[in-house]
Nanobody, 116 residues
Framework: VRLAQSGGGLAQAGGSLRLSCAVSGDTDTMNSVKWFRQIDGKKRDLVGTMTTFGFENIEDFVKGRFSISTDNAKNTFYLQMNRLKPEDTAVYYC???????????WGQGSQVTVPA
C-alpha cells in the first residue's frame, strides 16, 4: 500500500489547513486510515481514524476542530484542521491500517506550522 500526502504548510492561529492522503496499491486488507502527528520528534500521537465503512473518530484533544473525510472515487482521505493553534504545529502522517491494527504503510509526512 502506498500513501502520498499533500497539503500542510504555514497557517495563522485561528486559520485552517487541509491535508490529503492518497492511497494506492493493494488495499484489499485495509480497514481504516489513521492520522497521526509528531511534535518535536516525540512519539506519534493518534489524531483520528476513518474506516473504509465511513466511520470517523476524532481524538478528544482536537475534537470539534479537526475532521476526516474521504473521496472514495479518488481513494483519498482528508484531514481538515480548523481553528488552528500554535500547539498544533507538528508533522502529520497518515497510515493505512488493517483490521488487526497493523500498519500497511505510511505517508511521507506533512509539516504544519502555526506560529504563536
Amino acid at each position: 500500500v502506498r500513501l502520498a500526502q499533500s497539503g500542510g504548510g504555514l497557517a495563522q492561529a485561528g486559520g485552517s489547513l487541509r491535508l490529503s492522503c492518497a492511497v494506492s496499491g493493494d488495499t484489499d486488507t485495509m480497514n481504516s486510515v489513521k492520522w497521526f502527528r509528531q511534535i518535536d520528534g516525540k512519539k506519534r500521537d493518534l489524531v483520528g481514524t476513518m474506516t473504509t465503512f465511513g466511520f470517523e473518530n476524532i481524538e478528544d484533544f482536537v475534537k470539534g476542530r479537526f475532521s476526516i473525510s474521504t473521496d472514495n472515487a479518488k481513494n483519498t482521505f482528508y484531514l481538515q484542521m480548523n481553528r488552528l493553534k500554535p500547539e498544533d504545529t507538528a508533522v502529520y502522517y497518515c497510515s493505512a491500517v488493517d483490521s488487526f491494527g497493523v500498519s500497511l504503510g505510511w505517508g511521507q509526512g506533512s509539516q504544519v506550522t502555526v506560529p504563536a
